[in-house]
Structure formats: structure tokens, C-alpha cells
């Protein structure tokens, strides 16, 4: 019992540090990225917003997530708008 333990441990320890960032698909949550792949290695934000001559105010956040060995994610309003792998 004691070995079957082990071997479990040692298979979801493999599974986490295996994480790769093609599992990360457009549409996910920063959530859901952070939670696959963990805290990216650098990352930048910016936010505007515009007005239209109705009156209507439009707000975009983007950010940009780089993962040293692995590459980086782009989201738009929170969400993955695109995933570049490193080469």
C-alpha cells in the first residue's frame, strides 16, 4: 500500500510540472491559465477606454503573460486571445 502511495504522489507531482502551455486555449479566464502553468515569468498591462458619439463608453484591458521556456499568452477584458509557443 505504502508503494502505491509513493507511486501516486510521484504521477500528480509529473502531471504539475509537465503543465504545458498548449492546454491553454483561447477563451480561458488568468485564472485558469495561473492555475495550469503558474505565475508567468514577466508580464505587462494596459487599459483604455473611448467614447462614442452616442454616448456609449467602451473599456479594453490587455495584458501580455511570457513564460520563459514556454512562451507567451495575450488576453483581452481577462480572457486568452492568443498563445504563442516558444521555438
Known amino acids: 500500500m505504502k508503494y502505491i502511495l509513493i507511486l ?3 504521477i500528480v507531482l ?3 510540472c509537465s503543465a504545458s502551455i498548449t492546454e491553454v486555449k483561447p477563451g480561458m479566464t488568468s485564472a485558469e491559465v495561473e492555475k495550469i502553468l503558474g505565475k508567468a515569468n514577466h508580464s ?4 483604455s477606454s473611448s467614447s462614442l458619439n ?11 503573460w511570457n513564460y520563459n521556456d514556454k512562451g ?3 488576453f483581452e477584458n481577462d480572457k486568452v486571445v ?4 516558444v521555438k
Open 82 to 85: 492568443s498563445v504563442n509557443l
Open 72 to 74: 507567451t499568452v495575450k
Open 44 to 47: 505587462t498591462s494596459s487599459s
Open 54 to 64: 452616442d454616448g456609449t463608453v467602451t473599456e479594453v484591458s490587455s495584458a501580455e
Open 8 to 10: 501516486a504522489s510521484a
Open 14 to 16: 509529473f502531471a504539475a
